[in-house]
């Protein structure tokens, strides 16, 4: 009876100080990103993708996505429709912001707003141009309101816009902010190097599993090669964005591991319909399509790390109809959908790609161009400084043509593909009233059944129709160390630190 | 002299100007902040309205105007970006940079001087071949190339040195040494060519048969005398390296001017971009001025009337 008595205190005590001991965060995780924060305030024009990954650490959304690309209650516990233009979010109750603030509506709706003051310049602003004001119901209700029923509100919240502390801003002002980053989230705001580091540490209070990890360091290396060589040489755990040709040599590296994931961003290229009188022809655009071997240049340029797409939609994001078939490589067909459309022996036009916007980008287009060319189209290859490309690109100055481009879905939905193809956006090359029309409907039907229906309906016309010359789904590269365990590689930019451990 | 300084202050005035003209008209046609800073998917008349926010529908050379009145005033703009004062962001960035240049500077000096020196006192002996040799690859080694290779080596293999970011003293090292590489070689064999030349000289025979030391002859009487192409050399290089290097602080993360440099141009953050052109051409001109000046108390026979 004594030993078993001795034995159960030792248990117990031992229990006790495990879980003590499990409770405290130890060790330090550090990532190295390519760009910085260009401001730690997120309004103005630099909200980067890295810089909305760092500040999701420490200011969090109402609602936030997992790597695997689906929704999670935050700062919201729930929300519903209250009716098609407006949405109800009921708010987590007993908050702290880090500064011993709490967290109520007030705070929520402040975020927003600032966010939404033309004033600040925000650079995603466009994105929320159907937003129509937010309403508070009591201390932990809102109301989000909408100009026209938006399927997707619930989901753009939750990728761009964090919570502030209003208290802190009434405080500091725009100073305050760019100074200090004080949120709710799992990680607190430590310092700010600018172009060198981000430190942040454990919030242990945190209303969640709190991170196990004692410090998260964020190092800012743009160059890709030093990046490789710093994560070899161990003095960083995780480096994003490993470009395909160095995958297999980087598998080699001992104590470390590549972690490739399926990402949001769609490879394709813009058929110039306005300017190019060959590509106004369906005919023409298909056998665009049949004349590219995607499967030979995801093998021979991307050393494996992509997957062929018959849309210019990303397989992974909500609504995306994956029982579209990419376009087969089929020569014949092409050279006899020429023929067909009056080009027996072909025509000329000139290919545009930025030189490095993109991994691979050059050399896919180099590639594209040599298998258009046996179809028989003679093709002219322009390869661009990334900048003036996207700025005539975006400004129409090209003379006709074929443009590389890739689309991000950060919010995981078609919503963000189908926003594309109207002729009010930017980079439209296809104006066309029907589209216009069929997009607008689908992008305000409220049933996410419907409106994924009618979204696969688009999908199968922008296919059928080759509205593009489609390319491939982008996969991701991530390098991560032994010593940190679990690390998942998220198909957008958004790595998450606060589910990590460390061995030593 | 106090006229020749004023005079030169004038010049470095009207030089200031057309730089900036210069920076001002090419960032301004080349590129295109709002495409960058929007996401692709904006509409026309999001884009519209940020170029009008940015001031950027406006004339160029009412653009120009605008800058121009506002830098007088010290006002360089506010980062397109950053939400910052431009000039606040440049000079933030200045500190890592300066330091990154002394320390290249102590490298480039401390071995340049005394190797040129050996060199030039033993002609053809093996200190002087291999003084030549080490000459030769640090002028023929391009920077990213030794710098890869110095990470590659010291940081992933031997792991001796830390290879990106900016800490202690060691995290120096290796981005001196391949920054200063090249000014190393070229200090190296100025400092010998100059010397070979002075040595030849009838005030060294003199000074040997007042039977002075050897040291005192090479060291006082003819290291001052071919100091002057190694000062205007360094002098130079120095206002080169304190505008930022891009090359070397981009593999090393350093987070200078250089750095900045490229990122604000990538990103086509004019503002940014003018106030690292400003201060780069204002160090490089003074600089010019500084040596100008130091001539004269390396020889006096050299006067500005």
């Known amino acids: 009876m004594r030993t078993k008595s001795v034995v159960f205190v030792v248990m117990v005590c031992l229990f006790v100080f495990s879980s003590h001991v499990s409770a405290q965060p130890k060790g330090t995780v550090t990532v190295a990103v390519s760009t910085d924060f260009m401001s730690l305030d997120p309004v103005g024009g630099g909200y980067t993708g890295t810089g909305q990954m760092m500040h999701r650490h420490m200011a969090e959304g109402l609602i936030e996505f997992g790597p695997d690309g689906k929704m999670y209650p935050r700062l919201a516990t729930s929300w519903k429709l209250v009716d098609d233009k407006t949405w109800r979010f009921t708010l987590r109750k007993g908050v702290k912001?880090?500064?011993?603030?709490?967290?109520?509506?007030?705070?929520?709706?402040?975020?927003?707003?600032?966010?939404?003051?033309?004033?600040?310049?925000?650079?995603?602003?466009?994105?929320?141009?159907?937003?129509?004001?937010?309403?508070?119901?009591?201390?932990?209700?809102?109301?989000?309101?909408?100009?026209?029923?938006?399927?997707?509100?619930?989901?753009?919240?939750?990728?761009?816009?964090?919570?502030?502390?209003?208290?802190?801003?009434?405080?500091?002002?725009?100073?305050?902010?760019?100074?200090?980053?004080?949120?709710?989230?799992?990680?607190?705001?430590?310092?700010?190097?600018?172009?060198?580091?981000?430190?942040?540490?454990?919030?242990?209070?945190?209303?969640?599993?709190?991170?196990?990890?004692?410090?998260?360091?964020?190092?800012?290396?743009?160059?890709?090669?030093?990046?490789?060589?710093?994560?070899?040489?161990?003095?960083?755990?995780?480096?994003?964005?490993?470009?395909?040709?160095?995958?297999?040599?980087?598998?080699?590296?001992?104590?470390?591991?590549?972690?490739?994931?399926?990402?949001?961003?769609?490879?394709?290229?813009?058929?110039?319909?306005?300017?190019?009188?060959?590509?106004?022809?369906?005919?023409?655009?298909?056998?665009?399509?049949?004349?590219?071997?995607?499967?030979?240049?995801?093998?021979?340029?991307?050393?494996?790390?992509?997957?062929?797409?018959?849309?210019?939609?990303?397989?992974?994001?909500?609504?995306?109809?994956?029982?579209?078939?990419?376009?087969?490589?089929?020569?014949?067909?092409?050279?006899?959908?020429?023929?067909?459309?009056?080009?027996?022996?072909?025509?000329?036009?000139?290919?545009?790609?930025?030189?490095?916007?993109?991994?691979?980008?050059?050399?896919?287009?180099?590639?594209?161009?040599?298998?258009?060319?046996?179809?028989?189209?003679?093709?002219?290859?322009?390869?661009?400084?990334?900048?003036?490309?996207?700025?005539?690109?975006?400004?129409?100055?090209?003379?006709?043509?074929?443009?590389?481009?890739?689309?991000?879905?950060?919010?995981?939905?078609?919503?963000?593909?189908?926003?594309?193809?109207?002729?009010?956006?930017?980079?439209?090359y296809y104006p066309d009233k029907a589209v216009d029309e069929m997009v607008s409907k689908t992008r305000t039907l409220m049933d996410p059944n419907k409106r994924f229906e009618s979204a696969h309906k688009i999908q199968k016309f922008v296919h059928e129709e080759a509205l593009y010359l489609f390319l491939y789904n982008e996969v991701r590269n991530y390098g991560v160390s032994k010593r940190v365990k679990g690390f998942e590689a998220p198909g957008d930019e958004l790595m998450t630190l606060w589910r990590l451990s460390v061995t030593d | 002299m106090l006229k020749y300084i004023g005079k030169r202050f004038f010049h470095s005035l009207l030089m200031i100007f057309g730089i900036m003209i210069i920076i001002f008209v090419v960032t301004h046609i080349l590129g295109d902040p709002v495409a960058l800073m929007l996401d692709p998917a904006s509409t026309k008349q999001e884009f519209e309205l940020m170029r009008h926010q940015l001031g950027l529908d406006q004339p160029i050379h009412v653009q120009f105007f605008v800058f121009l009145k506002n830098a007088v005033h010290g006002d360089f703009g506010e980062s397109l970006r950053a939400r910052e004062p431009a000039m606040r962001l440049v000079l933030q960035h200045l500190p890592a940079t300066i330091e990154l240049t002394v320390a290249a500077m102590i490298f480039m000096l401390s071995i340049g001087v005394p190797v040129g020196i050996l060199s030039a006192t033993k002609p053809y002996s093996a200190a002087d071949r291999i003084g030549k040799l080490f000459a030769l690859g640090g002028q023929a080694a391009p920077n990213f190339w030794l710098g890869i290779m110095a990470i590659l080596v010291f940081g992933v293999k031997l792991k001796l040195l830390p290879i990106s970011g900016r800490g202690g003293l060691n995290h120096l090292v290796l981005p001196a040494i391949t920054l200063g590489s090249f000014g190393m070689a070229a200090v190296m064999r100025l400092t010998r060519s100059a010397m070979l030349d002075v040595l030849d000289k009838d005030y060294i025979r003199t000074a040997r048969i007042k039977g002075l030391s050897e040291s005192k002859v090479v060291l006082k009487h003819a290291f001052k005398n071919a100091l002057i192409p190694v000062v205007t050399y360094v002098g130079l290089l120095l206002a080169g390296l304190l505008g930022g290097s891009v090359i070397t602080e981009t593999i090393y993360a350093w987070p200078g001017l250089g750095r900045l440099a490229v990122q604000s141009i990538t990103t086509n953050d004019f503002p940014v971009v003018q106030s690292v052109a400003f201060l780069a051409s204002v160090v490089f001109i003074s600089m010019n001025l500084l040596v100008d000046i130091l001539y004269c108390w390396i020889d006096p026979r050299i006067s500005y009337k």
């Open chain 1, 97 to 428: 912001f880090h500064n011993g603030n709490p967290f109520t509506a007030a705070d929520v709706k402040f975020s927003i707003d600032y966010f939404m003051d033309p004033q600040n310049k925000w650079n995603y602003r466009a994105l929320f141009a159907g937003h129509d004001g937010i309403q508070i119901i009591d201390d932990h209700t809102i109301d989000i309101k909408t100009k026209a029923p938006d399927p997707v509100m619930p989901t753009r919240w939750a990728t761009r816009v964090r919570i502030f502390s209003k208290k802190f801003f009434d405080e500091n002002g725009n100073e305050g902010l760019q100074r200090q980053v004080i949120g709710t989230g799992p990680f607190k705001f430590v310092s700010w190097q600018r172009n060198d580091r981000v430190t942040m540490e454990a919030n242990t209070d945190w209303y969640l599993d709190p991170p196990k990890i004692k410090t998260a360091i964020f190092r800012i290396i743009p160059e890709m090669g030093a990046r490789v060589a710093e994560w070899q040489a161990g003095g960083v755990d995780i480096i994003e964005g490993i470009p395909p040709f160095m995958v297999p040599q980087l598998k080699k590296v001992q104590n470390a591991e590549i972690q490739s994931v399926l990402g949001v961003r769609a490879m394709y290229m813009l058929l110039d319909t306005i300017k190019s009188p060959e590509l106004k022809d369906k005919r023409v655009r298909q056998a665009l399509n049949y004349a590219v071997d995607k499967e030979a240049i995801i093998k021979g340029v991307l050393n494996g790390t992509g997957t062929s797409l018959g849309t210019h939609v990303p397989l992974r994001v909500a609504g995306a109809d994956t029982s579209i078939k990419p376009y087969p490589y089929d020569p014949e067909k092409a050279k006899a959908l020429l023929k067909e459309a009056g080009y027996p022996n072909g025509f000329a036009i000139k290919l545009y790609s930025p030189n490095g916007r993109y991994p691979m980008d050059k050399e896919v287009t180099l590639a594209v161009a040599d298998q258009l060319s046996k179809a028989g189209i003679k093709t002219d290859v322009q390869i661009m400084e990334s900048n003036l490309y996207i700025k005539d690109l975006a400004g129409h100055n090209f003379g006709g043509g074929i443009y590389l481009i890739g689309m991000a879905s950060a919010e995981w939905d078609v919503d963000y593909a189908l926003n594309q193809l109207p002729s009010n956006f930017v980079l439209c």
